[in-house]
């Protein structure tokens, strides 16, 4: 008799156990909570040596926010995200635009000007690889995420789980790419860079051509 409770209070701690285990999928990685924005400021850079100016560059304010639950062509239930660019000197409003996002099974994605991007993969873990571009025409674009949960400070706002979506980083004689996404628990991106440069003889300060682009987190939050 005192076998077969020691045995069943085993099983039930065990059971218990299992129960209280709680699988983190890292959805909060690419969180979508209406009225949630966050505000960059961003750097794009264009060079080229044979035309004037060589480097030309150009600053704004860029925010972004999640909108209200619409319905997309294919009948999925997305959230509207809006897409505002401001004059950085001025505030002047420059640009807008609507764009769609969706947590879809094992997948985060935007759709971005018709081409549906997945941003971000589920479980969030190191070495997990995936293309960007598997739903959409566009050229082949393989992934994989790195220094999955490590706590940052970007731009002094700290942050205690982030991930990287490293998209390229390549290094020639003549071409130099680095590109790579910083996404925070609780908030979603945090930091995008992304370097395209044809360059002399390893010489990465040495730009004949490219583009590149740096987005600063400057505030986030929800209203």
């Known amino acids: 008799m005192n076998k077969t409770i020691l045995l069943s209070a085993i099983l039930f701690a065990m059971l218990a156990c299992k129960e209280s285990e709680i699988v983190d999928f890292g959805f909060e990685y ?119 949960g490590e706590s940052r400070s970007i731009e002094g706002f700290p942050f205690e789980e982030t991930a990287i979506v490293n998209y390229d980083d390549f290094f020639s004689l003549v071409d130099y790419r680095k590109k790579r996404e910083v996404y925070a628990k609780g908030v979603g991106l945090v930091e995008r860079s992304f370097k395209d440069f044809t360059i002399q003889n390893f010489d990465t300060t040495d730009i004949r051509k490219g583009t590149e682009v740096h987005y600063r987190l400057i505030n986030y939050g929800v209203e």
């Open 30 to 148: 690419f969180p979508i909570t209406e009225g949630a924005f966050s505000e960059y400021e961003v750097l794009e850079v264009f060079h080229d040596v044979d035309v004037s100016p060589q480097h030309d560059s150009s600053r704004y304010i860029l925010k972004t926010k999640i909108g209200e639950e619409v319905l997309d062509n294919s009948g999925r239930l997305v959230n509207k995200f809006f897409q505002y660019r401001y004059d950085i000197s001025t505030g002047e409003l420059l640009d807008q635009r609507v764009w769609t996002l969706v947590r879809d099974g094992g997948r985060g994605e935007v759709v971005e000007e018709n081409q549906r991007l997945i941003k971000m993969v589920f479980a969030v873990k190191n070495d997990q690889e995936w293309d960007v571009n598997a739903f959409n025409s566009l050229p082949s674009q393989e992934v994989f995420l790195s220094n999955v």
